[in-house]
């Protein structure tokens, strides 16, 4: 266990590299990294010590104002709001560290020692001071007891009331009496990487981390990323399928990605393993909505992002750290358009497939997906929604399966005999059909379900079957679909959907100097 006092990790950003690093040694499992809270609450008090002045400020600006201007002054500013700021920055910290409880108990220890003056707390001209040392050094103590296979790591540069590690002032000499060989200090942060960890030289993290985030499970965890944390009401900006600049506002289905480029990655290696942080620009092509009752077209953009993720085979998915908004592709960069029109081509090769067994297997597809979904949605934990209710809205969405699907396959017949030669009008005529199947009911309730399910936490990715993922899996079991149980029907889907899948591209694009772009 690594316990940092206040003066390691004081101030600390979110995304700074001592953040990633801590990160890094925690999501290892090599190593515990935590502070007491008393020094989670300093660090918040420390990021809230100028709140009150700077809203002071504003409000005394004010009411200058209102002296001067003739008219009543329309703007207001939100009451100050304290506890909701420390909120904030404890939450912030509580998710970089593990955050080790101080008892009331112990609270009242501490002040018994500071009124005494005895280390570490200390007497200061006529005053006694250190109640917040003394809490501190009782969690680590009581943790040490509570905790008797663990050895402890003491980062704090405070020699002068912690001591240098040697030796203990009374009464922190009884304190430490039998723990002497479980409790070790160091000085600052500095000495913690050179301890713990490795640092991987820059060339070989960056070769590692691009080929680690170009294979096929990431891209997938990345494009089910961007279903569940894209959404806005005032829109993204991005390039239709023509490359006309558009506005879109969240992704129909799971979208094609293709990593860009990767820059600014550093890595440590840990107990040996390695775990990296980069910035990875990612292209996205596929199905997006302008609007909740718009509907969808095929949609590009540039993604960018920083990740936290392991070298280790298996190891559980990356987290994102930190997102930027959207944008659309640079159409000057020839690789950004060499990417995307593979992209393009591999969403209509899918698209295809699925229009030529479309009108042979709408009967089937009708069967196979109503049982599909009777038997697995109410398996489903949706908050808030009794399970009698939701099988209610399931037969609903049942009875009414039909008419999309007829209406569908008219379409396609209409498609087909326009006799469609250009690849691009196919692929705009197939937007506009599945965005047709997206209109039923059986739509309206994947997105309450959707609604309802838990959000990504701290961006950590996990696949997840998509609408389109399931219509496209059963349009490609054809008319002769026999009838199986619920179980087989599952088995059948993954195995139906995995041999849907495209194959990563052949090569990927390399990263050049002027490309890169942080």
Known sequence: MIIFDTNAVNLLPR?????????????????????????LEEMAAHQAKYYPDKHQAVVNTLEKLRDVLPWDL?????????????????????????????????????????AMALPPAKRTKDHSEGARDVAIWFSILKFLRENPDEHVTFVTDNTSDFGDGTAYPYPMDEDMRGLEDRLHRLKDFDQVVSQFTKEVSGRDAEAAAGELLRSLAIRDRVAQSSVEVLSSTTGFGGLSATDALVEWHGWLASPEVELLRVTDVTGHEIEGDVWYTANARWLLYGIAADGPDAPGRYVSCVWEMKVLFSARDGDEAPTLLKTCEPSPPDTSDSATVEILERLKARVADISRRAVENLQAAVSPAERLLAQHVSTTLPKLDIAGSPAHRL??????????????????AQQVAEAQAARINSAQGLAEKIAAIQAAMYANPLQKLA?????????????????????AGLAAAVLARGPEAPSTTADDQDEQLSSSDA??????PDSAPETTDDARDD
């Open 391 to 408: 099988a209610a809205q399931i037969a609903a969405a049942q009875a009414d399966l039909s008419s999309p699907f007829r209406g569908l």
């Open 447 to 467: 997105q309450q379900i959707a609604a309802a399910q838990p959000k990504l936490d701290n961006a950590t990715v996990l696949p997840r079957t998509t609408f």
């Open 74 to 114: 329309e703007s207001s500013l939100e009451q100050l709001d304290l506890e909701r700021f420390l909120d904030h920055w404890r939450g912030v910290y509580s998710e970089i560290f593990e955050v080790i409880e101080t008892s009331g108990d112990i609270a009242r220890k501490a002040l018994v020692r500071e």
């Open 15 to 39: 995304e700074s590299l001592r953040a990633d690093i801590i990160r890094k040694l925690r999501q290892s499992r090599h190593h515990r990294v935590a502070v007491p809270w008393m020094v």
């Open 499 to 504: 041999e849907a899948e495209p194959g990563p």
